[in-house]
């Protein structure tokens, strides 16, 4: 079975520029979560997606980070502009409902130089 | 206030030995408790997980786990180490009908040859 998918694995990028992290789900989940994971902080629940609709934001760190699920397959994480202190790995993670177990990507390891 | 506390930040076991991860929580409702485990450049992934039910939960790779409610614990066993179990493992508490994991900190495990 095809786990959650997570593009590109590394980022590398200046400072200032447009980063986007891209998801693809386990088919048939309704819940999908973006992650942000680093030495200071561990894991941070950043947005909350259920049935492609973000129910939770809160955890989004400022205006320059934004997120989409624009179909059931698909969800992007973007920074712009991205900063130095973005640099961390990105989790996806999708559960077959809000309260299932949650299945991460790989992640992404983003470096803004 | 809700909180996950794993108190050992690093373990060292040889191989073949038996191993013990705390794990102890604070949490409102009756929780649901999962134990995640993360290798080196990988995702977190999920060795077991407890609703209800039998207090002794088996998992993947050999691992257990035993919610003592009376102790507010959840740890993990594993009655024999392998080397490719050196990874860093993490408790997370969740409920019935909510989206939001408290994660620990995290175990770094350490496996001696």
């Known amino acids: 079975d095809a786990g959650v998918i997570q593009s590109p694995r590394h980022e590398v990028t200046e400072m200032g520029q447009e980063v986007t992290l891209r998801c693809k789900p386990i088919s048939g989940h309704n819940s999908l979560f973006w992650y942000r994971q680093t030495m200071m902080r561990g894991l941070e629940l950043l947005i909350y997606f259920n049935n492609n609709v973000p129910i939770d934001d809160s955890g989004m760190p400022e205006d320059r980070f934004s997120a989409k699920m624009p179909n059931a397959s698909f969800s992007t994480l973007k920074i712009q502009p991205s900063e130095p202190r973005d640099s961390a790995v990105y989790f996806c993670?999708?559960?077959?409902?809000?309260?299932?177990?949650?299945?991460f990507g790989d992640g992404t390891r983003l470096s803004i130089l | 206030a809700q909180s996950v506390t794993q108190p050992d930040i690093h373990i060292t076991v040889s191989e073949g030995a038996s191993l013990e991860l705390r794990c102890n929580y604070s949490y409102g409702a009756t929780p649901y408790l999962f134990w995640y485990v993360q290798s080196p450049g990988q995702g977190l992934q999920l060795l077991l997980k407890y609703f209800s039910g039998d207090t002794l939960v088996q998992g993947i790779k050999g691992f257990e786990a035993e919610f003592k409610r009376s102790q507010s614990s959840f740890n993990l066993r594993k009655p024999s180490v392998h080397w490719s179990d050196a990874a860093e493992y993490f408790c997370?508490?969740?409920?019935?009908?909510?989206?939001?994991?408290?994660f620990g900190t995290g175990t770094r495990l350490k496996v001696l040859a």
């Open positions: 997370a508490v969740g409920a019935a009908g909510t989206y939001k994991y408290i």
């Open positions: 993670a999708s559960s077959l409902r809000a309260d299932q177990p949650q299945h």
